[in-house]
């Protein structure tokens, strides 16, 4: 029942005559569309391109930004390094200096 109940009502009907319609002007439609579709796609492929593009410039200041970094991180190793190596220098010079001060208080004290 309710099949025949649907095939006899309005709603049916109008959607058999809007898919005629379709039908009918379908050929139409395509030949107007087309042109439009056509440059629809043709903007997308430019966004595309562009939104490429700019990933490929981030990327390229990022890997820039990470060898900056790097090369500042290895500057600073190295001047890290240099300042141990004068820091030992200087207590060795130290270690030196109190022992020749410890070997003339002896003399010294020998002399007195």
Known sequence: ?????????RKFYWGIGAA???????????????P????????????VNKLAEFFDNRRQMLIET??????ELREQESQ????????????????YLKNKIQALEEQIRTLE
């Open 36 to 47: 439009s579709l056509e440059k629809s796609v043709k903007e997308l492929q430019e966004v």
């Open 80 to 95: 890290k390094e240099e300042i141990i190596k004068q820091k030992q220098q200087a207590l060795q010079q130290l270690e």
């Open 1 to 9: 029942m309710g099949i025949l109940k649907f095939l006899s009502s």
């Open 20 to 34: 005629a319609l379709g039908l009918m002007l379908f050929p139409k439609a395509q030949k107007n569309m087309k």
């Open 66 to 71: 990470v060898k900056n970094k790097m090369e």
